[in-house]
């Protein structure tokens, strides 16, 4: 533990002829010198969070029927411990078919990775939609994932129909 000059500390404190003063005098030297012959313990620096997750992937799905959908999936980590992950899903319906199609129509939803369903969702048209025109739709949130974004290997896209 300490790496004084040891020797020389306890001679001095064995020497009979020091009076109370002197001994205290010594001791505290032999204390000083202990202490600084250390070199202090390196203090660990904080580690840097891990860089901040935000990737964007852009899809295509032909739902049938003349309806399709461009879509975007958004990964975000969280800011709070740039671990935890929670996607968006957005996009813009197309209408090819001849009927206007109600904004009361629902698309289902579904994310699954590494063979299971992560989760799923109903979004619907923020308008109706007349033939050969394109409308948002409502942004589809996942759950937030604790240990970081799963991969998502395939998303599943469903349109229940309902026309004006």
Known sequence: ???PNTK??????RNKGLGQDGYAAVLVACALLAGCANAPAPVAEPAAPPAVVHTVERFHAELGDGFSLDYQVEKKA?????KSCFAFITGKLNNQSGKTLSRKSVLDV????????LYRDLSSPLTDIA??????????VSPVFANGCP??????TALR????
Do not use: H, R
């Open 1 to 3: 533990m300490f790496e």
């Open 8 to 13: 020389a500390c306890s001679a001095a404190l």
């Open 78 to 82: 969280s800011k709070v411990n740039s």
């Open 110 to 117: 579904a994310v699954f990775g590494q063979g299971t369903q």
């Open 131 to 140: 033939p050969g025109g394109k409308a948002d739709i409502e942004m589809v």
């Open 151 to 156: 991969p998502f290997d395939k998303v599943n």
């Open 161 to 164: 129909s309902v026309f004006q």
